[in-house]
Each structure stands twice: as structure tokens, then as C-alpha cells.
């Protein structure tokens, strides 16, 4: 039987509309305190800053702020983004709405420093773009009789997901890593990952047979299930489920916002109208369904629009090719093939600044301890007060949150500058200070408990300490899901004089 696509795109288009949804939903409330007038990293001041150096430009930096990077600009990206992606989800010119969610989202991209330097970030810039040639181009999706399909753009996409899926496995061979090696970085994952989640303290209790074989799995789906991907119509199937499921498991026990979702998504191209028909007839009539599949009548031999689209994918493609052949040279270290990475590298320098073509692979070195930081505030440098965060890990008795689809970028980076032996390596982190000894009232928002709310302290301190989950035994004594050990001053006590 044939295999037709309509009823996947559908689904995946929907799919990518959520995403974005939940993240520039995630983005609204923190955009400010983060970004804005009073913000940890005032995005105006810092591209006026850019500006009058001559350092960074649109081409550089494509960005909509460089126009304008007030806090309602600031607000007013987010709220559109969030607009735009139901405009795609209720199937509104979802082609070019994706195109506008992915230059937005750029935008913030672009110029949003430390806070928007995940992976997960320029994951879903690459595969936002490739949806907007998947996508059909029409004002109305549910008009009856569905546009045709690009074949190449479905196979860029499976490719994105190869890459993902290939580039994290390799990632943690080269790295020469022991845990990876000896098969034994689940047992240290659940506990050392920047967000822990409740389910996330009893896969640690596990045992370690349980943990190498895990870790073993792991490997499997990541170097085998890519490549049944070009298998045929029932090696995608168990592709599907090999890297699905590895997704699923993931995103149960910790909280990676939506990249497990979107990757799941890309998951569903692997999928065709044979397979999706019978479980989206559960949930949609059949006049709808319809609506979805191709018309009977002669399609017309194709306008200027659709040969449009045909030449910039076809362009777009070529790149990618430049672009993954560049990549391969710089993680395989040979001179040859570095030499041949020079000669890529004026189309490399051309595509860069759209972060439309990446190399991926989380946690290639696995973090084996969890050393978390600590903020106090004074107002006599001799009685000290904690900053509580939302979500960061602190109190001993706090369970693991579930976080996810929501990513709290300032909890995250903590998790980072946590890695460092101090603040000397993490620049961000005094203008974080400096904020609350200025009592921003955009920065203490995104924290769960300012201990001084009528006005700043005088004194900013922060500690350094050594994180352990508790085992069963310690916490049917104690209660607590946490212990902790200090490590010395992370900062030592500053102020603003």
C-alpha cells in the first residue's frame, strides 16, 4: 500500500503550534525580569552597547530588538508568539505564521545571551524553519482538499531527527567520559540533572545492574534506531517507538520543557496516513478527515509560488548539506577533513547567524556530583537571610518539582553556575547580584520568596554546597529528599559601594 503523508502533516503541524505555544508561554512571564529595563541583562542597553561598537548587527544578530528592546517589545514578541501559535494549532495560515514564530523566536535567540543558549533553543529554530516548507501554504488548512506534500522537506525533517538522535550517541563516546564507558552515568543522571523532577529520586534508588543496563538501552536506540529510519515503512515503525520511547522515559523522570515534546514530534513523521487514520478517527469526524486527504481532481502543474517554495527549499537543502559535511569535520579531528571544513566554511559563516543548522548532544560528559549555590541577603552583615527560588533545588525537605513544559531559565543557569568553583567564571551571575542588592522588583518576580520585601540588603552573599539525594532509610528517618554538605563561599559578601 502506499504511503501518504496528509493526515502526519497535520498532526505535526499541530504539534510544532503547541510547542512554540509553550514556549513563548514560558517566555512571558520571565522575559522582563530577564531582558528587560531592570532585568539581569538589559537587552536595550546591551545592543545600544553593540551598536555603538560596531561588534554585532542584524546580519550578525538577526533580531527584531534591533528596532526596538523596551519591556512591552519584550512582552509584546511573547504575546504574539503565543498568538501566532494557535493561529497554527486551528490550522490559520499555518505556513506563514510558523515562518513568523521562527524569525520571533530568532529573534530572541539571537541576541538573548546566556539565558537562551540551550540546545533545546536552536532545536526548535531548525526544525520551525524546515516545518514552514512542510506546512501547506494556503489561508484556510481545513479547505477540503489538501495541497500537495514536499517529499524533500519531510526528509529534511527525518533528518533533523537522525542527527538528534546519531549526534547524542557519538557525543558521548568521543567525549571519552568514564561514566559512559563503564555504563554507569544513569546513576549519577537522576540525581546531577539541573531540574530533578518527584519521579526522579526513585529511579535513583534503583539498582546499578538496573542503571548499565538502562545506560545500555540507551545506546542502542541512539546508534541503531536512526538508521531504521531509511529501513523501509516498518523500520520507521520501530524506529518510531525506540526513540519515542527513550523521549517518553526522559520526559517522565526530569524536566527538559518541550524538547522531549518536540522531539516526539519528529518522532510522528516516521508515521504515515495508514498507521494515523484509525487513531485520529477516534478523535476526529470523518468529515474532517476528508478535508485532510488530497483532491481527486488534476492537480495544475504548479504556480510561481510553489516553484517559489521548490527553489529556497532546494537552496535551504544545499546548505544543510555544507553545513552537516562542516560539522562532521569538526568532530572528527582530521586534518583533511579540517582543511576540507575551510573550504565549507564561507557558506557555513553565511547560514550561522540563523542557528538553523546545528549539531546536538546533551550531557556528551556526565555531571557525577550536584553542587548547588545558596544567595543570602544582609542588612548588618551579621544576620543572614535566604533568597528562595521557584524551582531551584534548596530546601532539604523540598520534593524534586515537576517544572516541565515551563523552563525557569534563571533556576536553570543556576544549575551551571553551580559547576564553577565561583563566581569569577560566571560573569551573569554579579549582574544577578546586583539586581537584587538594587531591590529590582522585575528580578525578585522570578523567585519564589524575597526576604526583603520593604527594601534591598545591604550585603549579598552566596554558598556553596554539595547536594545528595537520601536514600529510603534517611528518609523515612529525616523527611527529607535532600542532604547537603558546604563547600565554602561560592561569592563572598558584596555590596553595592
Known amino acids: 500500500m502506499k504511503s501518504t503523508y496528509y493526515l502526519t502533516r497535520w498532526l505535526f503541524v499541530r504539534w510544532i503550534g503547541v510547542v512554540y505555544l509553550l514556549a513563548f508561554g514560558s517566555l512571558l512571564p520571565q522575559i522582563t525580569g530577564l531582558y528587560g529595563h531592570e532585568g539581569i541583562l538589559p537587552l536595550q542597553a546591551a545592543l545600544t552597547s553593540l551598536r555603538a561598537n560596531g561588534s554585532e548587527s542584524f546580519l550578525s544578530s538577526p533580531s527584531i530588538f534591533w528596532l526596538n528592546a523596551t519591556d512591552p517589545m519584550l512582552v509584546g514578541v511573547c504575546l504574539t508568539g503565543c498568538l501566532l501559535a494557535l493561529f497554527v494549532i486551528f490550522g490559520l495560515f499555518p505556513a506563514g505564521c510558523l515562518f513568523i514564530l521562527w524569525f520571533l523566536y530568532l529573534s530572541i535567540t539571537s541576541v538573548g545571551f546566556v539565558f537562551m543558549s540551550f540546545q533545546w533553543d536552536i532545536f526548535l529554530l531548525e526544525v520551525g524553519l524546515l516545518a514552514v516548507f512542510f506546512a501547506p501554504w494556503r489561508f484556510l488548512e481545513w479547505r477540503a482538499g489538501s495541497p500537495e506534500i514536499s517529499r524533500l522537506a519531510l526528509w529534511l525533517l527525518r533528518l533533523v531527527l537522525f542527527k538528534l538522535m546519531f549526534l547524542s550517541g557519538v557525543v558521548k563516546i568521543l567525549s571519552g567520559d568514564e561514566t559512559w564507558r563503564n555504563l554507569t552515568a544513569l546513576h549519577f543522571h537522576y540525581m546531577t540533572q539541573p531540574i530533578p523532577n518527584p519521579l526522579s529520586w526513585y529511579f535513583d534508588q534503583l539498582p546499578m545492574w538496573f542503571q548499565r543496563v538502562s545506560t545500555a538501552l540507551m545506546f542502542v536506540v541512539e546508534f541503531a534506531c536512526p538508521f531504521l529510519i531509511f529501513a523501509g515503512r516498518w523500520g520507521r515503525l520501530m524506529a518510531f517507538f525506540g526513540m519515542a520511547g527513550l523521549e517518553l522515559l526522559i520526559m517522565v523522570t526530569g524536566n527538559y520543557n518541550f ?25 476526529l469526524p470523518e468529515k474532517c478527515l476528508a478535508r485532510l486527504r488530497p483532491s481527486e481532481e488534476p492537480r495544475p502543474a504548479g504556480s510561481v509560488s510553489i516553484w517559489t517554495q521548490r527553489i529556497l527549499l532546494g537552496a535551504w537543502s544545499s546548505a544543510i548539506v555544507v553545513m552537516s559535511l562542516f560539522i562532521m569535520t569538526r568532530m572528527v579531528q582530521s586534518v583533511t577533513l579540517q582543511s576540507f571544513g575551510r573550504f565549507l566554511f ?13 549539531s546536538y548532544g546533551l550531557f556528551s560528559v556526565m555531571t557525577t556530583t550536584r553542587p548547588e549555590i545558596v544567595i543570602e541577603g544582609s542588612a548588618d552583615g551579621l544576620n543572614w537571610k535566604e533568597y528562595k527560588f521557584k524551582y531551584k533545588i534548596q530546601a532539604l525537605d523540598q520534593m524534586p518539582p515537576q517544572v516541565a513544559p515551563h523552563q525557569p531559565r534563571l533556576d536553570w543557569q543556576m544549575w551551571f553556575a553551580a559547576l564553577a568553583p565561583n563566581c569569577r567564571r560566571t560573569p551573569w551571575f554579579m549582574a544577578f547580584v546586583q539586581s537584587l542588592l538594587k531591590g529590582s522588583k522585575a528580578v525578585t518576580a522570578l523567585l519564589a520568596e524575597n526576604p526583603f520585601p520593604d527594601h534591598p540588603p545591604r550585603y549579598i552573599r552566596a554558598l556553596r554546597y554539595d547536594y545528595q539525594f537520601t536514600n529510603f532509610e534517611e528518609k523515612k528517618v529525616s523527611g527529607n529528599w535532600w542532604k547537603r554538605s558546604p563547600q565554602g563561599f561560592y561569592c563572598p559578601a558584596v555590596s553595592l559601594n
Open 346 to 358: 564561507p557558506v557555513v559563516r553565511a547560514v550561522a547567524p540563523l542557528n538553523s543548522i546545528n
Open 259 to 283: 524538547f522531549n515534546f518536540l522531539s516526539i514530534g519528529l518522532c510522528v513523521l516516521l508515521l504515515d496516513d495508514n498507521i494515523l487514520e484509525p487513531l485520529l478517527k477516534r478523535v
